[in-house]
């Protein structure tokens, strides 16, 4: 049966690509029953600390006035709460709301669990940047959530200690080499980063600022392009740093690489915009010293970057009042007080665009109180991210990098053969499921 | 490992390994080669709880920036940070947790010591069907049964309740079990027939002469039932989506997964774990003592 069902939906899915509105019979079959007036009660999980005061200003607010409640369940984050919202799913109990990564989207979609919100959410397009407003429609004429907020990758180093080894900031992945080996030379002891096999999100964000598109469609079919140019080239790059000793090969956010950072072991961080709350408890004696820059560029003309991290909030196929739901969705990630709500509670960066530059941002945050423009940096490297492309079983393609690139990290070996893993299991899982996946 | 140990009488059933009263022993080759297995074995079990006390008094400055076994200065800190978190849902997660676990065992309790006697006592057909399969349920590991369950309970409407967790953790395979082959140790069939020729009816036999012979291994299986659902984390993951009804097992996940934006919450976590093991620490030591009755109970002699 999923089967079936699958293929059929890749099928509506790819005929929206073509510009018909075929799904839209997929999000509205279910029923949108609140057609009147009376009080609805929406449940809604996420992750997101604090979400329950900004739920309290809609509550008050603009939901009482709808009579729509929305009850927060907090939720905790990761892949395995994908898995919790397909079984409830299957059960038909999912609740209303969902908060979902946009890698996740995908997977949601293709198991028929997200509404097409398209007509529901007014012109909540216009706040985002196209880039980011792409990953919720997947491409096609409908809408599976709206975005809440974004993870554009950008370059963090010590200040002092790029000043004391008379290093400068690199701008291109070369210079990001050398600079390595320069510290190296330097202070053998001390390492510029490491390549932490254990973050498929940090990869996933490289390749994407190369320009790989791991997953698209064509015609009837999925186009799986992990172990494509320009992720090879990413994968060789830092393959290569590791296996020459350039820069450490051990994984991210383990209490020995917050010693490293901490101390100054390590004395840069490729990470995004989210990187100074986990500084803050990574890191707490450096507070002060860091500084924020774009990511190097492959070539100097370039001006990109990837995103690692942000998410969505999507209403459910179970749901019975849907519309009711895309409202707050809406309201939640693009009216400027939950937005200001958000911020403030909750510390996310949201994706609506005027909201990245007002309010809780025109103050940098409290880590990086040298860098005043911290966030007006920010906000203009966010309009540079490259598009993204997601498939229906990310999960699949992280489990593998974690081993394959944590193994060859380890031993210092090709990162080449970890890629091609990456891609033949990611591949072979589609099919298992049942999508048509084109040679 | 325990070969070259002092050879033992055959315990019996239900006797505290070790205690045997044995012939006189041999005289004390200290085993060195085992004693020193153990005492590692015992070394790698602690060091880790080791870990976790000293880590809790750590503050959030102190974790990952001074020596592992050093002691920090910030348990009350940490304490009153974890009481404040959420308003204090923390000793919420902990009162559900003694909830489910507390009652959950209580009841499994009950259910295994009345099949295991109804096992072990009566001949009826199919029993050793029964057993069988309750075998093959010993050997299944709970994990794997959450999702159909999930299921079930859905059909039935009674997720995201205290029902959804306490239903399916109530009756242990290995509890019942664990009854069967104590109360076929522990009651024996003449006491059962003395009973019988008295007059007594089923029940009486059963709540007024086997169950107090069978308290210890009941005590038993309490125990163990208890810690399972303590510890348990796939069922109650997939049955609640209130984070007020959580357990503490979930509660201290959601601590961790707070998504990318937010740093992970170690030291609140840590002194949550540390906390979170006081209440097991405490109820061992407390049923310890009806470990011993073991020795003393037994109607008859042999």
């Not at chain 1, 409908?142 to 701008?171: C, H, N, W």
């Amino acid at each position: 049966m999923p089967y079936t069902k699958r293929r059929r939906l890749v099928r509506s899915a790819v005929a929206l690509v073509l510009g018909t509105t075929a799904l839209a019979a997929c999000g509205t079959e279910s029923g949108d029953s609140e057609g009147g007036s009376g009080p609805v009660s929406l449940t809604y999980w996420t992750w997101t600390p604090g979400m329950d005061k900004v739920v309290d200003l809609w509550n008050k607010g603009p939901g009482k006035e709808d009579q729509i409640t929305v009850t927060v369940k907090k939720q905790a984050s990761g892949d395995t709460l994908i898995t919790k919202i397909l079984t409830a799913h299957k059960a038909g109990k999912a609740p209303d709301l969902v908060q979902a990564e946009y890698q996740a989207l995908p997977t949601l979609v293709s198991n028929d669990a997200l509404a097409d919100i398209s007509e529901n959410v007014g012109d909540a397009e216009s706040s985002f940047a196209d880039g980011v407003w792409q990953q919720t429609t997947l491409g096609t004429d409908a809408v599976y959530a709206v975005p809440q907020d974004i993870g554009p990758m950008m370059f963090f180093y010590r200040e002092d200690l790029f000043k004391q080894y008379g290093l400068s900031v690199p701008t291109t992945w070369d210079e990001f080499a050398e600079t390595a080996r320069e510290l190296k030379k330097a202070a053998p002891d001390k390492d510029l980063t490491t390549f932490s096999a254990s973050d498929s999100g940090l990869f996933a964000g490289l390749a994407q600022q190369a320009g790989a598109k791991w997953w698209t469609t064509s015609g009837d079919q999925w186009k799986v392009s992990i172990d494509d140019p320009a992720t090879r080239k990413v994968a060789k790059f830092w393959g290569g740093l590791v296996k020459e000793g350039a820069i450490d090969n051990q994984p991210m956010y383990t209490p020995s690489w917050n010693k490293a950072l901490n101390t100054g072991k390590q004395i840069a961080w490729v990470s995004a915009v989210w990187a100074p709350g986990t500084l803050t408890t990574a890191a707490p004696d450096t507070k002060g010293k860091w500084a924020m820059a774009p990511l190097p560029q492959w070539s100097a003309a370039e001006n990109r970057t990837g995103s690692w991290g942000g998410s969505s909030t999507a209403v459910t196929t179970d749901s019975e009042h849907q519309r009711a739901a895309a409202k707050f969705a809406a309201w939640l990630n693009t009216d400027s007080e939950a937005l200001n709500a958000l911020a403030k509670e909750s510390g996310i960066y949201p994706a609506a665009k005027n909201a990245q530059t007002s309010g809780a941002f025109l103050k940098p945050p409290a880590y990086f109180s040298n860098q005043a423009d911290f966030y007006a940096k920010a906000a203009d490297i966010a309009e540079t991210t490259a598009p993204s492309a997601w498939g229906p079983n990310v999960n699949v393609a992280y489990t593998t990098f974690k081993d394959a690139f944590g193994a060859a990290a380890k031993n210092k070996s090709d990162f080449g053969a970890a890629l091609s893993e990456m891609q033949a299991d990611t591949v072979a899982d589609m099919k298992k499921q049942g999508f048509e996946v084109a040679r | 490992m325990s070969s070259l140990a002092v050879p033992q009488t055959d315990p019996v059933a239900g006797s505290t390994p070790g205690a045997a009263r044995g012939r006189p022993p041999l005289r004390r080759r200290t085993a060195l080669i085992p004693t020193v297995t153990l005492l590692l074995g015992a070394l790698y079990c602690l060091l880790p709880v080791a870990w976790v006390v000293i880590a809790a008094t750590k503050s959030g400055r102190e974790l990952f920036s001074t020596f592992t076994f050093l002691p920090g200065t910030g348990f009350a800190g940490n304490v009153r940070d974890l009481s404040a978190y959420r308003d204090g849902v923390y000793w919420q997660w902990m009162g559900n947790s003694a909830l489910h676990a507390g009652l959950g065992a209580l009841l499994s309790a009950c259910v295994s010591a009345l099949s295991g006697y109804a096992l072990a006592t009566y001949r009826f057909r199919g029993r050793e069907t029964i057993f069988s399969v309750l075998l093959a349920g010993v050997l299944m590991p709970p994990v794997i049964l959450a999702v159909p369950q999930y299921l079930l309970l859905a059909e039935a409407d009674l997720t995201d309740s205290l029902l959804s967790v306490l239903l399916p953790q109530i009756l242990s395979p290995y509890g019942v079990y664990l009854a069967r082959v104590y109360a076929a140790a522990a009651v024996p069939a003449d006491v059962v027939e003395a009973g019988r020729m008295d007059g007594a009816s089923e029940w009486r036999i059963f709540t007024r002469i086997a169950l107090p012979m069978m308290i210890p291994g009941m005590v038993t299986v309490f125990l163990f039932q208890f810690v399972a659902i303590w510890n348990n984390f796939l069922l109650p993951y997939i049955m609640l989506s209130d984070d007020e009804r959580f357990p503490i097992t979930l509660g201290l996940f959601t601590l961790l997964e707070q998504g990318a934006n937010s740093p992970a919450l170690y030291t609140l976590v840590i002194t949550g774990a540390f906390l979170a093991v006081l209440p097991l620490v405490a109820l061992f030591l407390v049923i310890q003592r009806f470990w011993s009755l073991d020795l003393l109970s037994g109607a008859v002699k042999s």
